[in-house]
T-cell receptor, first 111, second 115 residues
Framework: EAQVTQNPRYLITVTGKKLTVTCSQN?????MSWYRQDPGLGLRQIYY???????DKGDVPEGYKVSRKEKRNFPLILESPSPNQTSLYFC??????????FGPGTRLTVT | AQKITQTQPGMFVQEKEAVTLDCTYD???????LFWYKQPSSGEMIFLIY??????QNATEGRYSLNFQKARKSANLVISASQLGDSAMYFC????????????FGSGTRLLVRP
């Protein structure tokens, strides 16, 4: 089954404790991206990657890092999480018509 | 700047009836793509349907169809024969013009299907 997977689905952590949200797709897509969704602000792009070893900042990259060492994986790293990073996070990969297929989401709470 | 506008915060529809969710867009690009996504209460974002700006026919995917009126810059989603499982948030989106290829989303419409 073609899909984008994310782990963990739910995470509660404390300020400053480094964490990684993994993302993997099995559709051989070159382009992948990360979004966060917040009430009243909608979905905003954090980072994107056009291909292996090619990443760039989206609209809200502060406090996040990414890497793309393999085509299928695109992890999101929060080196020192803060409460304002509490959000619903989505990983996505892009199909041939520029449609993006989203993972199931990761609900992150930083206390 | 590109913008998606969804003017219906919430809608009700009776089970088995059809419903139209409105979406208007603004872009100066000649080539663009429009998308609809469904977000159930469980949170995932599900891709429903795509319409390209040069497509001559309205897109259809099962019970979903997109009523594309280019001159009016509208891309309404029509759901036929509504089911209880259609209750969800629905987002209209378009592809960004810059190199990020990000999706620009509207604010969404919450649809509730009544039995």
């Amino acid at each position: 089954e073609a899909q984008v997977t994310q782990n963990p689905r739910y995470l509660i952590t404390v300020t400053g404790k480094k964490l990684t949200v993994t993302c993997s797709q099995n559709m051989n897509h070159e382009y992948m991206s990360w979004y966060r969704q917040d009430p009243g602000l909608g979905l905003r792009q954090i980072y994107y990657s056009m291909n292996v070893e090619v990443t760039d900042k989206g609209d809200v990259p502060e406090g996040y890092k990414v890497s793309r060492k393999e085509k299928r994986n695109f992890p999101l790293i929060l080196e020192s999480p803060s409460p304002n990073q509490t959000s619903l996070y989505f990983c996505a990969s892009r199909g041939r018509y520029y449609e993006q297929y989203f993972g199931p989401g990761t609900r992150l709470t930083v206390t | 700047a590109q913008k998606i506008t969804q003017t219906q915060p919430g809608m009700f529809v009776q089970e088995k009836e059809a419903v139209t969710l409105d979406c208007t867009y603004d872009t100066s690009d000649q080539s663009y793509g429009l998308f609809w996504y469904k977000q159930p209460s469980s949170g995932e974002m599900i891709f429903l349907i795509y319409q390209g700006s040069y497509d001559e026919q309205n897109a259809t995917e099962g019970r979903y169809s997109l009523n594309f009126q280019k001159a009016r810059k509208s891309a309404n989603l029509v759901i036929s024969a509504s089911q209880l499982g259609d209750s969800a948030m629905y987002f209209c989106a378009m592809r960004g013009m810059d190199s990020s290829y990000k999706l620009i989303f509207g604010s969404g419409t919450r649809l509730l299907v009544r039995p």
